[in-house]
């Protein structure tokens, strides 16, 4: 028997005399070992059966095994093009309906503000009545708006009327001069307005008294308080001519 040690991997291994010259593969690492005459191991690059003579051609190199099961293989994801340009798609008009609705809120608010605020041309009607209920209505809608600090309530009595606007007042008969100011726009905007007992005992906003046809039935005395009424509202307008009005009483 001989016994030689595998060069790679220092295996024994053990063959008979007749092993001399011929070649063998380790059964641990596989290597291929050539046993000269002497009796000596010697690796051999080449691969070969388990033993065939030294002096035998070296047979064609065996295909590249597969790899095994377990080996690792990149993943390629799967193309989902059709998926993410749907979700690409619901977003931008997700995008574009909240733009629509910004822009119109952003519109339907600056109409209401200008609609329920703001008149600078405002007109009074040969009715007092009508004028009585136009500003009426506009200051209501104001106040509901947030626009006004104190809105007048039609319904009310005279003293919860001038409670409720806490402000400087001056009265005179049936008529109450109310002066106030509300914050709109980060500035001050001051409103003339008259209160005027109707025929069912409510005080509604009214014009000035020289436009109703009560005028012509005050005395000297009354009509004298309301050109110092006139005079007054004047000055304060001069005063303040930097401020957006709400109603000027002419």
């Not at 593969?25 to 002497?38: A, F, L, P, V």
């Not at 005279?158 to 409720?164: C, G, I, V």
Request: glycine share 6%.
């Amino acid at each position: 028997m001989l016994t030689i040690k595998c060069p790679t991997c220092q295996n024994e291994l053990s063959c008979d005399d007749s092993c001399r010259g011929c070649i063998v593969e380790c059964s641990i690492c596989q290597s291929e070992i050539e046993i000269m005459q002497n009796g000596m191991p010697r690796p051999v690059g080449a691969a070969a059966p388990s033993m065939r003579p030294a002096s035998a051609p070296a047979p064609a190199p065996a295909p590249a095994p597969a790899p095994a099961p377990d080996s690792y293989t990149p993943y390629s994801k799967p193309s989902r093009k059709h998926s993410s340009g749907s979700g690409s798609g619901l977003a931008t008009a997700a995008i574009v309906l909240s733009c629509i609705a910004i822009v119109a809120s952003a519109v339907i608010g600056f109409l209401l503000w200008k609609g329920y605020v703001y008149v600078p041309d405002f007109k009074y009607s040969s009715d007092p009545e009508e004028t009585a209920k136009r500003i009426f209505e506009r200051s209501v809608r104001g106040a509901e708006k947030g626009f006004i600090q104190k809105s007048f309530v039609l319904g009310q009595s005279k003293k919860e009327a001038l409670e409720n606007f806490e402000t400087e007042t001056e009265e005179k008969g049936d008529y109450v001069l109310v002066l106030w100011e509300t914050k709109v726009r980060k500035e001050k905007w001051y409103g003339h307005y008259w209160l005027k007992e109707n025929k069912n005992g409510v005080y509604v906003y009214t014009s000035h008294p020289k436009y109703d046809e009560k005028y012509e039935k005050m005395s000297d005395s009354e009509k004298e308080w309301l050109t110092k009424m006139d005079e007054k509202i004047r000055k304060h307008e001069k005063d303040n001519k930097d401020l957006d009005w709400d109603i000027k009483i002419k």
